[in-house]
T-cell receptor
């Protein structure tokens, strides 16, 4: 158990729908990252939050949004779902010594597998 | 933009064989960090190692060893005396220290299958 908790583990939904993925970071970690893993795109960075504030954005679609709450858990909202959004969504957390550092070791959760039918 | 290339898509070996997973990277940063992660069949990503660009010493941890060569921009991973439990997808990753390069960039992964 990595200490990063993601729910749900599996989710099946239909095109056009909206889902919310939840992540609780490892105790003491202030930074949360979301990654998408798909067969065609591989592992792609979506977004990072640090202590409630957005810190970096990657290849995140406009239909997707995220936030980090005061208790440091994070949610990734995916709306107007398309078939191509089917993927494994990972949350990761890190103890960020410096928010500009690329040295952070990310601890990943087990992922949420989203299937869009 | 930074890039990580894992040219070996799939490797299959017989138990007890040694196997090397290749990783080649590109970055404009002078300071950067290299990582290896393992993704077993259960799906989670497990951190294995981090090296910084100033430390070219090879590292050994049990049956695992890593060969970092800045001159060839490579960070290869060797498993000695492989075991069935080593079967997984292995990802090499890179992060820099400037702008968007601070985020982890992953290679496409190498699927390692160790046969009994």
């Amino acid at each position: 158990d990595s200490g990063v908790t993601q729910t749900p583990k599996h989710l099946i939904t239909a095109t056009g729908q909206r889902v919310t993925l939840r992540c609780s970071p490892r105790s003491g970690d202030l930074s949360v990252y979301w990654y998408q893993q798909s067969l065609d795109q591989g592992l792609q960075f979506l977004i990072q939050y640090y202590n409630g504030e957005e810190r970096a954005k990657g290849n995140i679609l406009e239909r997707f949004s995220a936030q980090q709450f005061p208790d440091l858990h994070s949610e990734l909202n995916l709306s107007s779902l398309e078939l191509g959004d089917s993927a494994l969504y990972f949350c990761a957390s890190s103890v960020v010594a410096g928010v500009v550092s690329g040295a952070n070791v990310l601890t990943f959760g087990a992922g949420s597998r989203l299937t869009v039918l | 933009a930074q890039k990580v290339t894992q040219a070996q898509t799939e490797i299959s070996v017989v138990e007890k064989e040694d196997v090397t997973l290749d990783c080649v990277y590109e970055t404009r940063d002078t300071t950067y960090y290299l990582f290896w992660y393992k993704q077993p069949p259960s799906g989670e990503l497990v951190f294995l190692i981090r090296r910084n660009s100033f430390d070219e010493q090879n590292e050994i941890s049990g049956r695992y060893s890593w060969n970092f060569q800045k001159s060839t921009s490579s960070f290869n991973f060797t498993i000695t005396a492989s075991q069935v439990v080593d079967s997984a997808v292995y990802f090499c990753a890179l992060s820099g220290t400037s702008g968007s390069a601070r985020q982890l960039t992953f290679g496409s992964g190498t699927q390692l299958t160790v046969l009994p």
